[in-house]
């Protein structure tokens, strides 16, 4: 066999017979098209890749043919052209369809005899289109329009969270946000535009540097991105909406709106609000007996309608909420527990946080007008259908992440704006107020943990053994006959009872005073756990503004970029204030009521147990 002879497009039909999963047949493929749109000079439909090689050349590709036939062959060996060349397409499936149109030993024998001299040189490469990133695969290929079936293509994996602004440039188009308050324009992409390179490519022909001078340096600077890419502020799209890449249509329905209140910022209250009870926790079975749950009955005030919902209805609302709102405190629910869920003791203490937790969803002016919320509370139990569908819409919801900032409205005009260094202030601040209230509430916790603990089982015992001891001497006094003695003997007696009924009211007194005070705590330990996040958020928002600004002075960034950075910080900022101005709200209306209702049951307590002594004493009037 002539192996000369062998021409590109034969090998390319060879290499399709080949599995096309191994390394070797994508690089033949690969190498074999590039041949054919840049070097060779020939289009699918012409003549032989070899028609151009010098007679020396030719040889060498003979031998390498012969040597490493079903390999990479004459391809790996073209002079200048190795494994893993720049212009090697990225996407492996476009070869396989270009090759497929040409014909098999294509190119005439009279082609292939004609002398070296006399072959045409080949063709340059073709100039790559102004501002496009990459080389061309060849005149037919068309840049993707980012659709929807090229995003979730599987050859698709240039998106990825490794991708950093200004690796690549951006086609998608600019939209103006709706509502939100946010002015300014947010890209659909994630992604900034590509910075001007040193050459100043992708300028006209003639323009080796853009016209304007200086403004190439303010339009090639941007802020930094975070380099810790799993932070809050970045997961929760803070990030993003700082550097104005968040874009959206809000619905009216969907804006969550700030207003200016005595005491500052303030989420604007729920206009028609409303409470919930959660009752009669009842177990119920499934699967003909072999599952057994909790069920709770929930009451909203607002409708009337009872539901019943599981616990884990209540762990799906809240992964929802607390993925939606970055900025606001949800609540977090009673702790799991593995075992001894159908405990009575368990059950009632799960309802009594459950119910902390619906009042303080209830009391919340953004988290009571949530749309899972709502669905939550209002989903007949038994239309399972109508659950699902909720639930779906409620987990494929647009405006989360960066979007979320856009539902975000805040006052405008004149004095409406805030000074960065006051918010900076009152935000340590409030950073300091929370480290120190979650101390002192670790401390109060455990204190009156202790303290219940003692009563339950230390103080009930005491009171008993002197109870027990009072009951011993009346039993001694009773071996005396005598009749003027009885009466006393009855009265020690009475002291005794006295004592072990104390004894019990101690056991029993925590369940009334202190535990609902360890729930509040637990309630608020939650809510001073998220705040560390929120707090990171804003203070990320903040160091953006200030790299802007630093910018700025240099020269480095346009100040119509900065404002739009520092706006977007102010909507961050307005939320935070609004959270932190609803928590020192929603505390002391709390702290007021619990502390009230504790001194309240401390004081029936002692009544109580002065109400048994007052009793005992009267039994001696007698005597």
Known sequence: MDVSSQTVPSLANRSLQKPTSTLLGKWELALTWYLNAHVTGTTPEDGPATEFLQPGERQQNQRGRTGARGGDGALGKLPGRTRGSAGAPSRGREAPAAIGRREPGGGSAEARRRPAAQQPPPEPF??????????????????????????????????????????????????????????????????????????????????????????????????????????????????????????????????????????????????????????????????????????????????????????????????????????????????????????????????????????????????????????????????????????????????????????????????????????????????????KMDESALQLNHTANEFARKQVTGFKKEYQKVGHSFKCLSQAFELDQQAFSAGLNQAIAFTAEAYDAIGDLFADQPRQDLDPVMDLLALYQGHLANFPDIIHVQKGALTKVKESKRHVEEGKMELQKAEGIQERCNIISFATLAEINHFHKIRVRDFKSQMQHFLQQQILFFQKVTQKLEEALHKYDSV
């Open 126 to 435: 073709p100039p790559p289109p102004a501002g496009y990133p990459f080389p061309p695969y060849g005149g037919s290929y068309q840049p993707s329009q980012g659709s929807d079936d090229d995003w979730d293509d599987d050859w698709d994996d240039s998106s990825t969270v490794a991708d950093e602004p200004g690796a690549l440039g951006s086609s998608y188009p600019d939209y103006e946000a709706a509502g939100g308050g946010a002015s300014g324009r947010y890209r659909l992409s994630t992604r900034s535009e590509p910075s001007l390179g040193p050459r100043g490519a992708g300028h006209p022909p003639g323009h080796p540097h853009p016209p304007g001078g200086g403004g190439a340096a303010k339009s090639s600077a941007t802020v930094s991105r975070n380099l810790n890419r799993f932070s809050t502020f970045v997961k929760s799209g803070g990030e993003a909406f700082v550097l104005g890449e968040a874009s959206g249509f809000v619905k009216d329905g969907d804006k969550l709106c700030v207003v200016l209140g005595p005491r500052g910022p303030e989420w604007q209250e729920n206009p028609y609000p409303f409470q919930c009870s959660i009752e009669d926790p009842t177990k119920q079975t499934k699967f003909k007996g072999m599952k057994s749950y909790i069920a709770y009955k929930l009451v909203p005030s607002h409708t009337g309608q009872q539901v019943h919902r599981r616990y884990k209805h209540f762990d799906w609302l809240y992964g929802r909420l607390a993925e939606k709102f970055p900025v606001i405190s949800v609540p977090h629910l009673p702790e799991k527990q593995a075992t001894g869920r159908f405990e009575e003791d368990f059950i009632s203490k799960r309802r009594k946080g459950l119910a902390w937790w619906m009042d303080h969803m209830c009391s919340h002016p953004v988290l009571a007008q949530c749309d899972a919320f709502q669905h939550f509370l209002t989903c007949p139990s038994t239309d399972e259908k109508a659950w699902k569908q909720g639930k779906r819409k409620a987990e494929k919801d647009e405006m989360v992440g960066a979007n979320f900032f856009l539902t975000i409205s805040v006052p405008t005009g004149p004095g409406a704006s805030l000074d960065l260094q006051e918010v900076e202030s009152q935000v340590d601040g409030f950073k300091a107020f929370t480290k």
